[in-house]
């Protein structure tokens, strides 16, 4: 059936095009990215220090209303005094892997009305990235095996499906076990959203079915409906940009969990003279505190969410509830085009049984030195409070500094 898919998307694109152009245009691919990443977690005697340098190069051509692109992947660990997850060294977990792979293979048939087709290994992000996403900050992007539909043939009006039935994950060639290379499963997104000029609104449904048990995924497997809504309102010079979500999840498929529970975000930003000033809170519920029944979103792009130190990827048997508060600042400066700096503080709590898990602190700072090369620097500061209460609760320092080039 998979096969199928990829056949039929294919031979679509060929019959709707009576001819292809003559001309095709090629571009080349070419991206880099050196980063030095140190952690440092209580419990643990080891620090972890990483250098790690990932390049991605590959091409894309394109002829009439057909579009091919093909891009690799390889990250050498400069430094490799830590571990990475599947390389069998101690001490806190910095998950780049070395790693080398195609990461993307595709093809994108833009000859339907209003619709456009890609097949084939593919980067999907959805909304905010909170449910499926690239995880862009890890040197090894997830990418799906995946065939999607994109239509916008009403204006403001975008229909988005995609079924997928691959998980590419950050693990890479040596990923085995419970962080296996790919995930196997039968997954299917779906989103239908309006876009006005001051406001707009998301419905959508993430059916999760992985096939891999190693990795927890029938207990990952999960069907989620729900609906986000973003508002603009105008405040003189300033703007407030508010923010709200809402989705349920409930087990899917083979999930032995017979579990529900809620997802709820509100978030209100103050964008003043070069300032944006955060406040939020959100919420994955728990349904009866037993391990993966409480909400999960084991396919998105989870280091954007409820810290940078990253103890949070999985929920928590009895949930979680961040509040958290921000001030970020973007000045003009002609010798650091796009400076910006940005501070957070998040308060973590569970959703039941009223556990305190501790605070932090995240800060970063970025800037671009020419057209093709950019700077960010960040740093974690996580404090746990009372006892250990989920796998990993414990106080965590993380430092990165990297560099981007993007031809």
Do not use: C
Not at 80 to 92: R, T
């Amino acid at each position: 059936m998979r096969k199928a898919l990829i056949v039929a998307a294919l031979s679509t694109a060929s019959f709707a095009t009576p001819a292809l152009a003559n001309k095709v245009v090629i571009k080349p691919i070419i991206e880099s990215r050196l980063r030095y990443e140190a952690v440092d977690q209580a419990g643990i005697l080891a620090d972890a220090d990483a250098v790690t340098l990932r390049v991605r190069a590959g091409a894309t051509a394109k002829t009439g209303d057909l579009t091919f692109l093909v891009e690799g992947e390889g990250l050498l660990a400069v430094v490799d005094d830590y571990n990475s997850g599947v390389n069998g060294k101690a001490g806190p977990i910095i998950p780049d892997p070395e790693n080398i792979e195609l990461n993307r293979i595709q093809v994108q048939f833009a000859g339907i009305a209003k619709t456009m087709i890609t097949a084939g290994r593919q980067r999907i992000n959805l909304d905010d990235q909170r449910f499926v996403g690239s995880v862009g900050f890890r040197q090894n992007e997830q990418t799906f095996d995946a065939v999607r539909a994109e239509w916008s043939g009403i204006k403001g009006v975008k229909a988005d499906v995609t079924y997928a039935w691959s998980q590419r994950t950050i693990w890479g060639v040596d990923g085995f076990g419970g962080r296996q290379q790919a995930v196997k499963g039968d997954n299917i997104f779906v989103n239908l959203g309006y876009k006005g000029k001051s406001f707009g609104i998301t419905g959508f449904a993430y059916l999760v079915d992985m096939d891999e048990a190693a990795v927890q995924g029938f207990r990952f497997s999960s069907k989620t409906f729900g609906a986000r809504a973003n508002a603009t309102v105008p405040l003189g010079k300033a703007k407030l940009n508010l923010l709200a979500s809402y989705a349920t999840q409930s087990d899917y498929k083979r999930n032995p969990n017979n579990s529900s529970s809620d997802y709820i975000l509100a978030e209100a930003m103050l964008d003043v003279k070069g300032f944006k000033l955060t406040a939020g809170y959100e919420v994955l519920g728990a349904d009866n505190g037993v391990a993966l029944s409480s909400f999960q979103a084991p396919l998105g792009t989870l280091h954007k969410f409820n810290g940078f130190a990253d103890k949070f990827l999985v929920t928590p048997a009895n949930g979680l509830r961040d509040l958290y508060f921000g001030v970020g600042y973007a000045p003009k400066v002609k010798v650091l085009p796009g400076l910006n700096a940005a501070i957070t503080w998040h308060d973590f709590k569970s959703d039941r049984l009223s556990q305190d898990f501790g605070t932090e602190w995240n800060a970063q700072i970025g800037w671009k030195i020419g057209k093709k090369v950019s700077f960010s620097a960040k740093y974690a500061d996580y404090n746990r409070k009372g006892i250990a209460d989920f796998a990993g609760d414990a106080d965590t320092r993380k430092l990165w500094a990297q560099f981007d080039y993007a031809l």
